[in-house]
């Protein structure tokens, strides 16, 4: 999941031709709808969500997508679930005023920054906005956080004898061929993540990720980096059984893989603790604009909240669900264990801004040959 102008060739705006949806591609809330009752009914008018990259089974989107469809009678329609972050931003750019165009996007935090800058995003506040921790979205509503985790180390235990815990295990020779990421770092949000959290690892900092392209050229060098982008279905395979990506991600492969040979253990590294989130946002020239708001209402709810948890993630909201009693405690108990004890640190919107230059800049470099 990571991680980004066509001309309408002469053909009418879908936005200025679906009745309501001048009036719904401007809504910046609720409120302009004249309340939820009339944004439901907008939606349900429209019938249809583009949606892009959510594979069924990252962060519990399959039991979410069919959840909101079943509760709203909306059909979801999900292009290209592996794409990465700068694939939907490109789709986006790229479908300026045609129906085709998605009318929501899931990217990583740098992603989704990248596309604000950009003038891709619609501002809306969904109703739970000021719950959002701050630093955690947009001050213009533009995109704002909604689940995350810590980069994690995920092992099959029943091919690896001894499975890598720490970003220096990863160098040892035991792990030649066998360490993979879940996409290209310059594209994925995931892959990008595990750059970072490389970096800190080795003296780096949010301030400088030049140390986590040392790395995996480090890597690459003692022949440990495996180019394969890891799935459940390479794993399983046996092509990858080392992979770096987001714990609830590994976490997620560990549930699917149980019943099929595969002992997948997920380790979140001392030596590299990094915490990310993938962010919302609504497309501007979103064709369904008022199923896009009404999406966005859902999954921040504590109905589409829970759901993420139940797919191993943090919600945005699980500090105030945990102090409204909303949120489900006997899922929260079973999310993977956090490294050692304090607050985590958050990179700013201007660090990660650098950052994902940096990365873009020089990753062919550091795995090339």
């Not at 709808?33 to 594979?55: Q, W, Y």
């Not at 509503?141 to 720490?166: H, L």
């Not at 989130?277 to 966005?296: E, F, G, V």
């Not at 020089?362 to 040959?369: F, K, L, N, P, S």
């Amino acid at each position: 999941m990571a991680a980004l102008g066509l001309s309408a060739c002469g053909l009418t705006s879908p936005n200025e031709a679906n009745g309501s949806g001048g009036k719904a591609a401007t809504a910046t809330s609720a409120k302009d709808f004249g309340g939820m009752d009339a944004l439901v009914a907008a939606a349900k008018k429209e019938g249809k969500l583009n949606a892009i990259a959510l594979p069924r089974d990252w962060a519990n989107y399959g039991e979410i997508i069919d959840t909101f469809e079943k509760k709203y009678g909306i059909k979801v329609e999900v292009e290209n679930p592996e794409a990465s972050s700068q694939d939907e931003i490109n789709a986006v750019s790229s479908r300026k005023g045609q129906d085709r165009s998605p009318d929501v996007i899931d990217v990583g935090r740098a992603f989704a920054i990248s596309a604000a800058e950009q003038n891709l995003l619609a501002p809306y506040q969904v109703s739970a906005f000021n719950h959002i921790p701050k630093g955690q979205k947009d001050a213009q509503a533009r995109w704002y956080n909604d689940f995350g985790g810590y980069v994690s180390i995920g092992c099959d235990a029943s091919r690896v004898k001894k499975c890598p815990k720490t970003f220096a295990n990863l160098l040892e020779p035991q792990y030649k061929g066998q360490v993979a990421l879940t996409g290209n770092p310059t594209k994925s949000g995931s892959a990008f993540g595990a750059v970072y959290a490389s970096a800190l690892a080795n003296n780096g900092s949010f301030d400088d990720v030049k140390p986590g392209l040392d790395f995996f050229a480090r890597l690459k060098k003692a022949g440990n980096f495996n180019p394969v982008e890891s799935s459940p279905a390479t794993i399983q395979k046996g092509e990858t059984p080392i992979s770096i990506t987001w714990d609830f991600l590994n976490a997620g492969y560990g549930d699917e893989l149980r019943g099929k040979g595969v002992d997948w253990k997920v380790s979140v590294p001392s030596d590299g603790a990094y915490a990310e989130c993938y962010a919302q946002a609504i497309a501007k020239w979103a064709p369904h604009p008022a199923a896009a708001r009404l999406w966005q209402e859902f999954l921040y709810s504590p109905e589409g909240q829970n759901l993420w948890l139940k797919g191993h993630a943090r919600p945005a909201l699980m500090s105030a669900m945990q102090q409204s009693g909303t949120l489900d405690a006997a899922l929260a108990a079973k999310l993977p264990q956090a490294p050692g004890k304090g607050t985590i640190g958050f990179p700013t919107e201007g660090q990660l801004s650098k950052a994902k230059q940096a990365v873009v800049q020089g990753w062919a470099q550091a795995v090339a040959g």
